[in-house]
């Protein structure tokens, strides 16, 4: 398969058992093992981690035990052939975090944010990547009056302070999505993640993962939001792939809903040359009715749909859209654009 400089990555949570809020899982769960065996024929090239897809359990561990484990994961993604491309904590499943983590009222629970991050950035160490993903997943409210939103930001900054002093090598990027779980969300969009970033002690170590899904449940298109990225140089990774409007993040495979709002992603990242930058993640969920023998085929598509995309965005017309535009003939250009999508 031509990839053309392309490296695509996933995480292990995007193969998965098909459970959702409303029903138990439809398919057997994989083991790590067996998920990483497949990577390589999917057309993968590296693994995107939670903390604890690396190290389950990593809250009863000493930080010893979790880098000699986390060593023991990097030996078995050498052995698939992978590479581990970024490593996020994951701060919304523990009983500790109902409430937020960094911007928890309990500073209980915000000093075990701030300690399992830390671990997490050991993880990355020992797994070879100097990424670090930020999904501040609880981060935000159910209840307005319940935090205030000056401190709230004052402590997400602190947190990142906290993270690139104590892990001098690690890059974070952090990934803004508007609402779920929470009902509002702090850092909503790209702006509100690089203007956190900005503010940083160390800004040159601070960039955006951008979701596609993410995005649109923001009320915004996900090419504005890369290129917004990219012009400062931020974007350094992406989770590519599909939302049908403003209702549960979807995960649906790339390009699923919206064939051309997937291939102006595909057109403002090639142009402005994401593969020198970063990998192409695609975080994408099976549908409940594939059955577990087909679990991984919505990977397969989207990445099928990236490169075909990517096709369509090289061997578009440049001197004819050119003309269009210098023309101000926009239907024009928007009959070039969807009879190019459709083939000719
Ligand atoms: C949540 C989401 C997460 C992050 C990784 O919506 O997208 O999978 O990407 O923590
Ligand atoms: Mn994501």
Same mark, same amino acid.
């Given at each position: 398969?031509?990839?053309?400089?392309?490296?695509?990555?996933?995480?292990?949570?995007? #193969?998965?058992? &098909?459970? +959702?809020?409303?029903?138990?899982?439809?398919?057997?769960?994989?083991?790590? $093992?067996?998920?990483?065996?497949?990577?390589? &024929?999917?057309?993968? @090239?590296?693994?995107?981690?939670?903390?604890?897809? =690396?190290?389950?359990?990593?809250?009863?561990?000493?930080?010893?035990?979790?880098?000699?484990? =986390?060593?023991?994961?990097?030996?078995?993604?050498?052995? $698939? &052939?992978?590479?581990?491309?970024?490593?996020?904590?994951?701060?919304?499943?523990?009983?500790?975090?109902?409430?937020?983590?960094?911007?928890?009222? +309990?500073?209980?629970?915000?000093?075990? $944010?701030?300690?399992? !991050?830390?671990?997490? =950035?050991?993880?990355?160490?020992?797994?070879? !990547?100097?990424?670090?993903?930020?999904?501040?997943?609880?981060?935000?409210?159910?209840?307005?009056?319940?935090?205030?939103?000056?401190?709230?930001?004052?402590?997400?900054?602190?947190?990142?302070?906290?993270?690139? @002093?104590?892990?001098?090598?690690?890059?974070?990027?952090?990934?803004?999505?508007?609402?779920?779980?929470? +009902?509002?969300?702090?850092?909503? !969009?790209?702006?509100?993640?690089?203007?956190?970033?900005?503010? *940083?002690?160390?800004?040159?170590?601070?960039?955006?993962?951008?979701? *596609? $899904?993410?995005?649109?449940?923001?009320?915004?298109?996900?090419?504005?939001? #890369?290129?917004?990225?990219?012009?400062? &140089?931020?974007?350094?990774?992406?989770? /590519?792939?599909?939302?049908?409007?403003?209702?549960?993040?979807?995960?649906? *495979?790339?390009?699923?809903?919206?064939?051309?709002?997937?291939?102006?992603?595909?057109?403002?990242?090639?142009?402005?040359?994401?593969? +020198?930058?970063?990998?192409?993640? %695609?975080?994408?969920?099976?549908?409940?009715?594939?059955?577990?023998?087909?679990?991984?085929?919505? /990977?397969?598509?989207?990445?099928?749909?990236?490169?075909?995309?990517?096709?369509?965005?090289? *061997?578009?017309?440049?001197?004819?859209?050119?003309?269009?535009? @210098?023309?101000?003939?926009?239907?024009?250009?928007?009959? %070039?654009?969807?009879?190019?999508?459709?083939?000719?």
């Amino acid at each position: 398969m031509e990839k053309y400089g392309y490296r695509f990555s996933f995480g292990p949570w995007n #193969i998965h058992s &098909g459970a +959702d809020p409303f029903g138990p899982p439809v398919r057997a769960e994989r083991s790590f $093992a067996d998920k990483l065996g497949q990577y390589r &024929g999917l057309g993968f @090239d590296a693994v995107q981690f939670h903390d604890d897809d =690396a190290v389950p359990g990593l809250d009863e561990l000493t930080p010893l035990q979790i880098r000699r484990r =986390a060593r023991k994961v990097k030996r078995q993604i050498d052995d $698939a &052939g992978l590479l581990a491309e970024f490593v996020a904590p994951r701060l919304w499943e523990s009983p500790r975090t109902v409430d937020g983590a960094y911007t928890a009222n +309990d500073p209980e629970a915000r000093r075990y $944010a701030i300690e399992r !991050t830390k671990r997490a =950035a050991d993880i990355a160490h020992e797994l070879g !990547t100097d990424l670090m993903v930020l999904w501040l997943a609880r981060e935000g409210t159910y209840m307005r009056e319940s935090k205030d939103p000056v401190r709230a930001t004052g402590q997400l900054l602190e947190a990142v302070n906290t993270i690139l @002093d104590y892990a001098p090598a690690i890059r974070i990027a952090i990934e803004p999505k508007p609402n779920e779980p929470m +009902d509002l969300a702090y850092i909503p !969009t790209m702006g509100h993640a690089l203007a956190l970033g900005s503010q *940083s002690s160390d800004p040159k170590r601070m960039g955006v993962l951008m979701e *596609s $899904a993410h995005s649109v449940l923001a009320g915004l298109d996900p090419s504005d939001e #890369i290129g917004f990225a990219m012009s400062f &140089g931020k974007l350094w990774s992406v989770h /590519l792939n599909d939302q049908n409007g403003l209702k549960f993040d979807q995960d649906r *495979s790339f390009g699923a809903v919206d064939l051309r709002r997937a291939f102006n992603q595909v057109k403002v990242l090639d142009e402005n040359r994401f593969y +020198d930058v970063g990998m192409v993640g %695609l975080d994408v969920k099976a549908i409940r009715t594939q059955p577990f023998e087909r679990d991984a085929e919505h /990977l397969t598509n989207s990445l099928r749909v990236f490169l075909r995309l990517l096709e369509l965005s090289r *061997s578009l017309d440049r001197a004819a859209v050119q003309s269009l535009i @210098d023309a101000r003939d926009y239907e024009q250009l928007d009959w %070039l654009i969807i009879s190019h999508l459709l083939g000719g």
